[in-house]
């Protein structure tokens, strides 16, 4: 069974600005996980992945991120796009300031000293940002890697795989009001999460669901 948005949830008067899958085909391990997923999305919208596991969410985030090929089916973007995985990706000999300057500089991003304290401030992180991050707890690194947001542009999409797991209701307050203000200023959200996003823009909701 494909997935599906809720009725004419697909139809746009014209080409949007932003996302468009068409017909993609999703393959883990030469399993398939979804025949012909399909969706678009345009500046100031949300999506929410819902779905068991194993129905290919964390898969769909990869692929339109570019880490994984699809067989099938076609994928645009023309806007900038930032992946955060359920794996924090951070280096974990290096302090957490580090590994945000390291990335801005690497995706050609804003990385001075006043730029990496705006984003530490905006997931309260810098408390502990100059701690090597094998020293941080859980919730902490997530904070860290989710503060790289911030240095990105503002029309980007952001690909977030379970990004409130591990945080504290203030930390998880914080991400909410970080995704509001992403959203007001013409930004997109892909999320796959479990958790509820209190987030002011009222999400769509993208159903995967296990082949048959």
């Not at 580090?98 to 990385?111: F, S």
Request: aromatic share 2%; hydrophobic share 45%.
């Amino acid at each position: 069974m494909s997935a599906a948005l809720p009725d004419n949830t697909l139809e746009t008067a014209a080409a949007p600005t932003g996302l468009r899958l068409s017909d993609v085909v999703l393959l883990r391990g030469g399993r398939l996980l979804q025949p012909d997923l399909s969706l678009s999305m345009r500046a100031g919208e949300v999506v929410l992945l819902r779905g068991p596991n194993g129905s290919g969410k964390s898969t769909l985030l990869r692929t339109i991120a570019g880490r994984l090929a699809t067989p099938a089916g076609s994928i645009t973007c023309d806007v900038p796009i930032l992946y955060i995985g359920h794996a924090d990706g951070l280096s974990p000999a290096l302090s957490g300031r580090r590994n945000l300057g390291d990335w801005a500089r690497l995706n050609g991003l804003v990385g001075d000293d006043d730029a990496i304290d705006a984003a530490l401030d905006r997931m309260q992180a810098r408390p502990f940002a100059e701690l090597p991050v094998r020293a941080l707890s859980h919730g902490q690194r997530r904070r860290v890697a989710l503060a790289r947001l911030t240095l990105g542009q503002a029309h980007a999409l952001w690909l977030l795989d379970e990004p409130n797991a591990g945080l504290d209701a203030a930390s998880s307050i914080a991400l909410d009001d970080l995704i509001s203000g992403h959203l007001e200023g013409g930004g997109m959200v892909l999320a796959a999460t479990h958790l509820p996003l209190g987030v002011t823009h009222k999400p769509r909701t993208l159903t995967l669901e296990v082949p048959s």
